[in-house]
């Protein structure tokens, strides 16, 4: 049963940094499947952030592309998001998710079928 946990939202000012944290519960979950990061604020779409597929290889939104970068630790099992220079554009809601099978790694909402409960980031 996957189980992701994320943490380390909160407030910050505008321009700072946040690095939100998603630990695993399963072992194949780092080694083997996409990986990704989403928002949402109430009344939009939950929106793809990025996303890392099992080799390390990464794809971001163009909105947090050279602010944000999602990264792994295959030995932590978990999945992080450094997030830089944020903006209050990027005040929602985000959740880490997996990818529901094996698969290219796109950053399309419906191919990720496990989801962690979200951890709020605001920035103002």
């Known amino acids: 049963h996957v189980q992701l946990v994320e943490s380390g939202g909160g407030s910050v000012q505008v321009g700072g940094s946040l690095r939100l944290a998603c630990p695993a519960s399963?072992?194949?979950?780092?080694?083997?499947?996409?990986l990704g990061w989403f928002r949402q604020v109430p009344g939009k779409e939950r929106e793809g952030v990025a996303a890392?597929?099992?080799?390390?290889?990464?794809n971001h939104a163009a909105s947090v592309r050279g602010r944000f970068t999602i990264s792994k630790d295959n030995a932590k099992n978990t999945l992080y998001l450094q997030m830089n220079s944020l903006k209050p554009e990027d005040t929602a809601m985000y959740y880490c998710?997996?990818?529901?099978?094996?698969?290219?790694?796109?950053?399309?909402?419906?191919?990720?079928?496990?989801w962690g409960q979200g951890t709020q980031v605001t920035v103002s």
């Open positions: 998710a997996q990818r529901a099978r094996l698969g290219t790694c796109l950053l399309s909402r419906a191919d990720f079928g496990y």
């Open positions: 399963e072992y194949f979950t780092m080694r083997y499947y996409c």
């Open positions: 890392i597929d099992n080799n390390g290889r990464t």
